[in-house]
């Protein structure tokens, strides 16, 4: 499978959720566990142009094509990326962006060597500051 037929799939997943009037829609990926594993989350624009939370109850065939999709980055020499990002118009295009967040990182790698979230909080505080949230 092909990077550009895998972006077709997550936008005709992405396009099953949106109701009439969106007009731009923005999908959000993050790779844990060396691509093992990824996170949906998204957000379209209504009619009003107020943000909407994108339902993301993808079918495993998507899960298994973005981690498809990750593989092949990594295999092809792509620079390192744990968040991929979609944004979608209701005309039908579309953009890519792949970025690193170190901090997404450190978490993944603290939990999958069985740390807690209590010592999460503490080296997270640490490192990046305590929390605003």
Known sequence: MK??????????AMEEHLPPGWTIARLTVQ???????VEFAGTYL?????????????????????QRLYQLRKTD???????????LTAAGQ????YSWDQEIQDE???FSNGGT????QKIRDA???PSTD
């Open 3 to 12: 990077p550009n037929t895998i972006y077709e799939l997550l936008i005709d």
């Open 31 to 37: 790779f844990l566990t060396n691509g093992e594993d």
């Open 46 to 66: 209504d009619q009003a142009g107020e943000p909407q939370p994108l339902t993301t109850d993808f079918p495993a065939e998507v899960a298994e094509a973005v």
């Open 77 to 87: 020499g792509h620079p390192r990326a744990n968040t991929f990002q979609l944004d």
């Open 94 to 97: 579309f953009t890519t962006a």
């Open 108 to 110: 993944d790698d603290h």
């Open 117 to 120: 979230a209590r010592e999460w």
């Open 127 to 129: 490192r990046y500051g």
